[in-house]
């Protein structure tokens, strides 16, 4: 290496003044262009990468602040407001019964004042029950006040018998 920078230096030597002005000039603008090229230029890119990403980050939590607002504050009013509020208890049971999510109809409905409804469901899936009532709560607020199940002799069935009111 340090013959290589001696015979360097001795080319360099061996030029005129001028052409060692003019190297020496070239060996400085690529020099700049080197490190302006491979650290500021990335660095710089990186920045704005970065500055774009914060800010995408930043847009996304507003945005999931505000549905966590939304969900909350309908979680929240859920069972104080439902979305079916003009009908009767006994008709958004029998409205929920037929909307297809038990793929069966309600075996016995009655009505136990205008406050309490009696449902009995024989042969249901056991998983399709629990979204019909969640539906009941969601859409009607309409809550289990008491729930009877018991097994089915066809596997995954349940009988039930629930008591349901009005929140």
């Known amino acids: 290496m340090n013959a290589y920078l001696t ?6 030597r061996g030029l005129a003044a001028r052409e060692r002005v003019m190297v020496a000039s070239c060996a400085v ?7 302006f090229l491979g650290i500021w230029e ?4 990186a ?6 990403d914060l800010a995408a980050a930043r847009a996304l939590g507003q945005r999931l602040e505000v549905i966590a607002a939304q969900a ?3 979680h929240g009013t859920s ?14 049971v029998d409205q929920a019964g037929k909307s297809g999510v038990l793929t069966k109809p309600l075996t016995r409905i009655q009505p136990e004042g205008d406050n309490e409804v009696k449902v009995w469901i024989d042969g249901v899936s056991f998983d399709a029950l629990l979204r019909w009532i969640g539906e009941l709560e969601l859409r009607y607020g309409i809550d289990a006040q008491s ?3 018991e097994k089915d002799a066809t596997p995954g069935q349940v009988n039930a018998r629930l008591s349901l009111v009005r929140s």
Not at 29 to 35: E, P
């Open 147 to 149: 729930v009877d199940i």
């Open 29 to 35: 603008v690529v020099a700049v262009t080197v490190l």
């Open 72 to 74: 909350q504050s309908a």
């Open 47 to 52: 920045h704005r990468k970065y500055e774009v």
């Open 79 to 92: 069972g104080a407001a439902p979305v079916a509020t003009g009908l009767s208890l006994l008709s958004a």
């Open 7 to 12: 015979a360097l230096q001795d080319w360099f």
């Open 42 to 45: 990335p660095l710089v890119k």
